[in-house]
T-cell receptor, first 112, second 113 residues
Framework: GQQVMQIPQYQHVQEGEDFTTYCNSS?????IQWYKQRPGGHPVFLIQ?????EVKKQKRLTFQFGEAKKNSSLHITATQTTDVGTYFC????????????FGTGTQLKVEL | DAGVIQSPRHEVTEMGQEVTLRCKPI?????LFWYRQTMMRGLELLIY????????DSGMPEDRFSAKMPNASFSTLKIQPSEPRDSAVYFC???????????FGPGTRLTVL
């Protein structure tokens, strides 16, 4: 099955610093989704990437899909305390179903 | 929209008891997913349904776990008998069709003593 490595596992930053999390797959992906889970909350969809080399932006968040469609990254510019949470990448199954395989997640803590 | 609804939000039970978790997906969604989240194992897919039919239950830990979806607006996840290692947060999610985003419910925090 698909294997999803997400690094780093934890990241502490000072407010205003940048943050990046990486998602790597052992297989070529059809698409990748990113989710955010606040402490004590549930995962919330952020974005979906489909095309090789695709870059999408949401305010301070930049999402990128690798050229070979085997990796992806999420970059946050000038972190704020509202960015605290765990960020997951999720890979859609290649078999035609709706199954998502979630990465291990990167837990972000932002200190004032 | 009410979003995905799960009940109960918290459940504390004793080992050996039967536990039933409930989920109401978003109206119009045709896929429903049950996940389990723990610190050790992360977010794991247990089972998912398309149009009320179980498609992939390879993530169901063992025979103590069962899931049903009798109609498009209701699903249950049952654990019988429960064990302390079943303690986790159980999420239900729904989506419309591939490859659309999944909408998660608030989760049920299960503690088995």
């Amino acid at each position: 099955g698909q294997q999803v490595m997400q690094i780093p596992q934890y990241q502490h930053v000072q407010e205003g610093e940048d943050f990046t999390t990486y998602c790597n797959s052992s297989t070529t992906l059809s698409n990748i989704q990113w989710y955010k889970q606040r402490p004590g909350g549930h995962p919330v969809f952020l974005i979906q990437l489909v095309k090789s080399g695709e870059v999408k932006k949401q305010k301070r968040l930049t999402f990128q899909f690798g050229e070979a469609k085997k990796n992806s990254s999420l970059h946050i510019t000038a972190t704020q305390t509202t960015d605290v949470g765990t960020y997951f990448c999720a890979l859609l199954s290649t078999g035609g179903g709706n199954k998502l395989t979630f990465g291990t997640g990167t837990q972000l803590k932002v200190e004032l | 929209d009410a979003g995905v609804i799960q009940s109960p939000r918290h459940e504390v039970t004793e080992m050996g008891q039967e536990v039933t978790l409930r989920c109401k997906p978003i109206s119009g969604h045709n896929s429903l997913f049950w996940y389990r989240q723990t610190m050790m194992r992360g977010l794991e897919l247990l089972i998912y349904f398309n149009n009320n039919v179980p498609i992939d239950d390879s993530g169901m830990p063992e025979d103590r776990f069962s899931a049903k979806m009798p109609n498009a607006s209701f699903s249950t996840l049952k654990i019988q008998p429960s064990e302390p290692r079943d303690s986790a947060v159980y999420f239900c999610a729904s989506s419309y069709q591939r490859p659309n985003e999944q909408f998660f419910g608030p989760g049920t925090r299960l503690t088995v003593l």
